[in-house]
T-cell receptor
Framework: GEDVEQSLFLSVREGDSSVINCTYTDSSSTYLYWYKQEPGAGLQLLTYIFSNMDMKQDQRLTVLLNKKDKHLSLRIADTQTGDSAIYFCAESIRTGRRALTFGSGTRLQVQP | AAGVIQSPRHLIKEKRETATLKCYPIPRHDTVYWYQQGPGQDPQFLISFYEKMQSDKGSIPDRFSAQQFSDYHSELNMSSLELGDSALYFC????????????FGPGTRLTVT
């Protein structure tokens, strides 16, 4: 989506850390999300962060939010081949029922 | 844990035909969202329902309509299908109090020939 931007591709070696970046434009974003999509599969909610937080950690996943720069990142520690997928950043900008606006997705390729 | 169920998983239709996609939300979830994901694209929001009423509208063509029923399942009706409607259609559900947690179904892949 044009309001949420991501780099298209990232390649890392197994065991390394991966960092996927996202920028968004709407300062009224209240929640920011990371979804994972494997080939031919649905969207799996990985984690989300409320806009008044700077960081959220969940096992191997660390989300960092720089609200001033409107920058969101997802760090995957000890990346495994099973982490190979497309990762979508998304924002929720509307009050009420919170439709999501997605970025274009980053394809993560993990080399053994 | 129960997930969002969508049916059918795959659908092939010809141009100008109609299609109906169904979505069964996670039990106790009262809000349903529909998204369309074209080939190689990000999901685009179409429409959402809360307590059987339309709550938000995105880029849904006039040829499409949707509704939510008393058991909270939802149907997306698509008429006069065009080749460009070929896409993956996702349904997501959430509970009003936790509307920030949207859980997606596996999607219905619609192919229009």
């Amino acid at each position: 989506g044009e309001d949420v931007e991501q780099s298209l591709f990232l390649s890392v070696r197994e065991g390394d850390s991966s960092v996927i970046n996202c920028t968004y434009t709407d300062s009224s974003s209240t929640y920011l999300y990371w979804y994972k999509q494997e080939p031919g599969a649905g969207l799996q909610l990985l984690t989300y962060i409320f806009s008044n937080m700077d960081m959220k950690q969940d096992q191997r996943l660390t989300v960092l939010l720089n609200k001033k720069d409107k920058h969101l990142s997802l760090r995957i520690a000890d990346t495994q081949t099973g982490d190979s997928a497309i990762y979508f950043c998304a924002e929720s900008i509307r009050t009420g029922r919170r439709a999501l606006t997605f970025g274009s997705g980053t394809r993560l390729q993990v080399q053994p | 844990a129960a997930g969002v169920i969508q049916s059918p998983r795959h659908l092939i239709k010809e141009k100008r035909e109609t299609a109906t996609l169904k979505c069964y939300p996670i039990p106790r979830h009262d809000t349903v969202y529909w998204y369309q994901q074209g080939p190689g694209q990000d999901p685009q929001f179409l429409i959402s329902f809360y307590e059987k009423m339309q709550s938000d509208k995105g880029s849904i063509p006039d040829r499409f309509s949707a509704q939510q029923f008393s058991d909270y399942h939802s149907e997306l009706n698509m008429s006069s299908l065009e080749l460009g409607d070929s896409a993956l259609y996702f349904c997501a559900s959430s509970l009003r109090g936790t509307a920030y947690e949207q859980y997606f179904g596996p999607g219905t892949r619609l192919t229009v020939t």
